[in-house]
Each structure stands twice: as C-alpha cells, then as structure tokens.
C-alpha cells in the first residue's frame, strides 16, 4: 500500500489504484517439463488453495480460465475476467513489491513432481516489452519458473511465475497437498506478481471452479458471491471463502505530491534504505 507522506509547500494529490480483473495480457503459459500421464481413471483431485495469502485483503483472483470456444472470451461467471486463450487461474499479489515477503506456493493436492524449472529472473513483461533479447529470452518458457505435479489419473496442476532460486522441490519427489513448493514471483511472460495455476486432465485444460474443460456454458453470478463456486468444482470446501467474484478491485490508495505513474504502482513502494 502507498505510504502517506508528510510534504511541506506542495499540494497533495489524492491516489487510488484500481485493477480490473481483466488481463495485463501474456501469453499461455508452458509447462517446464514433460508429463507422465495414467489415463486409465478420471477420478479428479481435490484441489486446496496453491498460495499462501489473505483473500481480498493481501491476494485476489484476477484472471479465470477462458471457457469461451474459439475466438473471444468468457470467465465461468459470464464475465469477462480472463482473455482469450487464458488456460489457468492468475491468483494476484497487490504489487511485485510484496514477492519480497516469500509468499508461499503450495501443491493443491498430493502427487509426484515431473517437472520444475528455476532461475529465469523475476521481472515484468512492461520492462522489457522493448527489449528483443529480454523477450527471446522467455520465448517458450513463458511460464517462468514453475513446477508441475501429477495427481494420477491423467490429472495434473502447473505453477508459473515463481520467484528466482525459490523452487523447494524436485522431479520424482512426492509431495502431499499444502507442500512448500515455492514462492510467488513474476518471472517468464509475467506483468505483474501471481502465482498462475493451470489444471489439465489428460493434457486438456479444466476449469477448477466448474470441473469442465472450455466449452461449457457459463453459469452467471451476481457481483460479491462467493468466487464462482459451483458445488465447490475441484476445489475442497471452504478452499474459495474469502475469494469474492468481483471484476474489478482497489487494491492500494494514498497520497503523493508527484505525478503518478501507473508502472510504478505495479512495481509497488521501494523498501528503505538501511539505515532509513
């Protein structure tokens, strides 16, 4: 959150900064390793949440899976928090700031780890949009550093973005639900801090919040119910309180006697210095 500052001789201008749970747009992630699949079951998992945050007050969910067939797009809300081609769930921190906290990646179910993929650094798409051996150095690792589980029965979570030198675990390990996986960051095709968390089954992308794959018509919901829930889709009970449906979303406020740059609230306030 912005501080408020004391300034003498100069007029205060009142800030507020509102994010639209609409894409800061980046290209479908992909996974950092290859998959083994057991595709003789479909018993799905039960999916805990894979951050560590207080819903609505330190994290909340900007981007849902486009359920929408084709061209155009559509959240399972019949709204439009997602893009066209979003194949996860963006679960956002309120600025890149606040990866400095180590915020917790958790496994949102039991499984093996088949792929992990570590030290791409963590920096926001819009600081290199302009910079062409930055952005070849993404090309095909769009979803940064990540991790894959696999739940069995053809089933498997993906975890990108996360920050630098945090990945805790390693192929072939297992991992029950709520294992220490990482930490949020924003690296790869990333603008801003998340954690994005794809569901596959058999390889093909599944909503969480309805347990369908794109395609399936959405289900409407009225602004501030609970995130989309219906009959709890993959999630485990209670995984979504706190996580209210809401297309758009103040997430800092303050006062600056300076010009605002939007860039800069993304980026979030600069710790002090040492000796501050």
Same mark, same amino acid.
């Given at each position: 959150? #912005?501080q408020? *500052?004391?300034v @003498?001789l &100069?007029?205060?201008?009142?800030v ?7 894409? #800061? ?7 950092? %390793?290859?998959i083994?699949?057991n595709?003789?079951?479909?018993a799905?998992?039960s999916?805990?949440?894979p951050?560590?945050c207080t819903p609505g007050l330190?994290?909340?969910i900007?981007?849902y ?9 559509s ?5 439009? &928090?997602?893009?066209?081609?979003h194949? =996860? ?6 600025? &890149?700031? &606040? ?6 990646v958790?496994?949102?179910a039991s =499984?093996?780890? !088949? =792929?992990? *993929? ?5 920096? #926001?798409?819009r600081?290199i949009?302009?910079?062409?051996r ?7 690792r769009?979803? %940064?550093?990540g991790?894959?589980?696999?739940h069995g ?11 630098r030198?945090?990945? *805790? ?20 095709s $990333?603008?801003?801090a ?15 919040f !309805? =347990? ?7 289900? +409407?919901?009225n *602004?501030? @119910? ?6 709890? +889709?993959?999630?485990?009970?209670? !995984?979504l ?5 809401? !297309?758009?979303v103040?997430? $800092?406020? %303050?006062?600056t006697a300076?010009k ?7 980026? +979030?306030?600069?710790?002090?210095p040492?000796d501050?």
């Amino acid at each position: 959150m #912005l501080q408020i *500052r004391s300034v @003498s001789l &100069a007029v205060l201008v009142p800030v507020i900064l509102i994010t639209l749970a609409l894409p #800061l747009a980046h290209p479908a992630a992909k996974q950092p %390793g290859q998959i083994n699949q057991n595709k003789t079951a479909t018993a799905p998992p039960s999916l805990a949440l894979p951050i560590d945050c207080t819903p609505g007050l330190t994290c909340f969910i900007q981007s849902y899976v486009d359920i929408q067939a084709g061209k155009g797009d559509s959240d399972p809300a019949c709204g439009h &928090a997602t893009y066209d081609g979003h194949k =996860g769930t963006d679960f956002r921190l309120l600025s &890149a700031a &606040a990866t400095q906290k180590h915020v917790p990646v958790r496994a949102a179910a039991s =499984g093996i780890i !088949t =792929g992990t *993929r570590d030290g791409m650094r963590d920096i #926001l798409l819009r600081d290199i949009t302009s910079n062409e051996r930055a952005k070849a150095a993404i090309n095909n690792r769009e979803c %940064g550093n990540g991790v894959v589980i696999d739940h069995g029965n053809g089933w498997e979570t993906q975890y990108c973005h996360m920050r630098r030198t945090s990945i *805790r675990v390693k192929t072939g390990q297992h991992v029950v639900k709520g294992a220490l996986l990482g930490h949020v960051g924003y690296s790869g095709s $990333a603008d801003f801090a998340h954690l994005h968390l794809s569901v596959r089954h058999n390889g093909k992308v599944i909503d969480p919040f !309805t =347990g369908s794959p794109p395609g399936h018509t959405c289900a +409407g919901r009225n *602004r501030g @119910s609970p995130a989309l829930e219906h009959e709890h +889709g993959l999630w485990s009970p209670g !995984t979504l309180d706190g996580f209210l449906y809401k !297309t758009g979303v103040i997430i $800092a406020s %303050g006062f600056t006697a300076k010009k605002v740059n939007k860039d800069d609230l993304e980026r +979030g306030p600069r710790p002090p210095p040492p000796d501050a």
